[in-house]
């Protein structure tokens, strides 16, 4: 099954005190890499968060999303520095004795004194909320999933049809081939009797024929063509990630595009090379996808 590298998938979860909620976006990568975007206070998920993603994810850029909506996190407790309060009240009381002043040391007087109270973040995560996340995931997952493979059938059919119009096109090539070699004999034919007054020798002629023929044999080229079409298209019915095989295809198969191109010395078969290059280049484009 051929599964695109492109989808999005979202999903939420709740216990009736809290909602998390899931959102997985794939986009196109050589390989697999991760950004997770979560509250710090469930960082110790992560690792358990892309081990379930791994189980449907082998290939692409991933981005997934995190959030909660309800009750808060976090506690806020207020803590005392007692080191810097005792600081401050022996200063006060040294301040009052040295310049012999009136009255006394008061609970206002300390209240007044604000960067001796701290505010400390406690973390409040519900029991159940590791498994609300790991819930909100596998949802996005398999929505994902569904996502990447419907996307998949489309770049297959797409795929399908320019692989068949580029067998069609090497059939062509490969029939018209051989004329190529008997029309350079008949050229060469016209050329040496002109030049010679009708005066040349049949084997000359054949001799400079077979040369022209070794030199613009394209059979072996075509018949690697057609090897690799068979190879692409079994491909796209294997049930693994297939997108960096079809993208090792593709590349051997503009290597004999080229050969072919450089070696056939024909204006209709270097058509057929410009039609197979387009068809290939949007191959390219597609097996890009295809994780």
């Known amino acids: 099954m051929v599964t695109s590298m492109t989808g999005y998938g979202r999903e939420e979860?709740?216990?009736?005190?809290?909602?998390?909620?899931?959102?997985?976006?794939?986009?196109?990568?050589?390989?697999?890499?991760?950004?997770?975007?979560?509250?710090?206070?469930?960082?110790?998920?992560?690792?358990k968060v892309k081990k379930k993603a791994n189980q449907y994810i082998r290939r692409g850029r991933v981005e997934i999303f995190l959030t909660v909506e309800g009750e808060s996190l976090v506690s806020k407790k207020v803590k005392i520095d007692y080191d810097l309060a005792d600081q401050y009240v022996g200063l006060m009381a040294e301040v009052k004795d040295k310049?012999?002043?009136?009255?006394?040391?008061?609970?206002?007087?300390?209240?007044?004194?604000e960067s001796i109270f701290m505010t400390e973040e406690v973390p409040a995560v519900p029991n159940d909320l590791e498994a609300l996340f790991l819930q909100a995931v596998s949802g996005a997952l398999?929505?994902?999933?569904?996502?990447?493979?419907?996307?998949?059938q489309e770049l297959a059919l797409?795929?399908?049809?320019?692989?068949?119009?580029?067998?069609?096109?090497?059939a062509t090539v490969k029939k018209h081939a051989p004329s190529v070699v008997e029309k350079y004999k008949a050229r060469l034919e016209i050329k040496l009797a002109e030049l010679?007054?009708?005066?040349?020798?049949?084997?000359?002629?054949?001799?400079?024929?077979a040369i022209?023929?070794?030199?613009?044999?394209?059979?072996?080229?075509?018949?690697?063509?057609?090897?690799?079409?068979?190879?692409?298209?079994?491909?796209l019915n294997e049930n693994e990630p297939i997108g960096r095989k079809l993208d090792f295809l593709v590349q051997e198969m503009n290597r004999e595009i080229?050969?072919?191109?450089?070696?056939?010395n024909?204006?209709?078969?270097?058509?057929?090379?410009?039609?197979?290059?387009s068809l290939l280049e949007k191959l390219k484009e597609q097996v890009q996808n295809i994780e």
């Open 158 to 170: 797409d795929m399908i049809n320019q692989l068949n119009r580029f067998g069609e096109i090497v």
């Open 266 to 277: 024909d204006s209709a078969i270097t058509k057929d090379v410009v039609e197979m290059k």
């Open 258 to 264: 080229n050969t072919i191109g450089s070696k056939a």
């Open 13 to 47: 979860a709740g216990n009736g005190q809290v909602k998390v909620f899931a959102e997985i976006k794939t986009v196109n990568h050589r390989f697999c890499e991760y950004t997770i975007r979560m509250p710090r206070q469930l960082l110790a998920l992560e690792e």
């Open 212 to 235: 022209f023929a070794d030199k613009c044999d394209i059979n072996e080229e075509l018949t690697r063509l057609e090897s690799h079409i068979r190879q692409f298209s079994g491909t």
């Open 99 to 113: 310049y012999k002043l009136e009255g006394s040391i008061t609970l206002q007087d300390v209240l007044q004194l």
């Open 196 to 209: 010679t007054d009708g005066l040349i020798e049949e084997s000359r002629i054949v001799t400079e024929a």
């Open 142 to 152: 398999e929505n994902l999933k569904t996502m990447r493979a419907h996307e998949g």
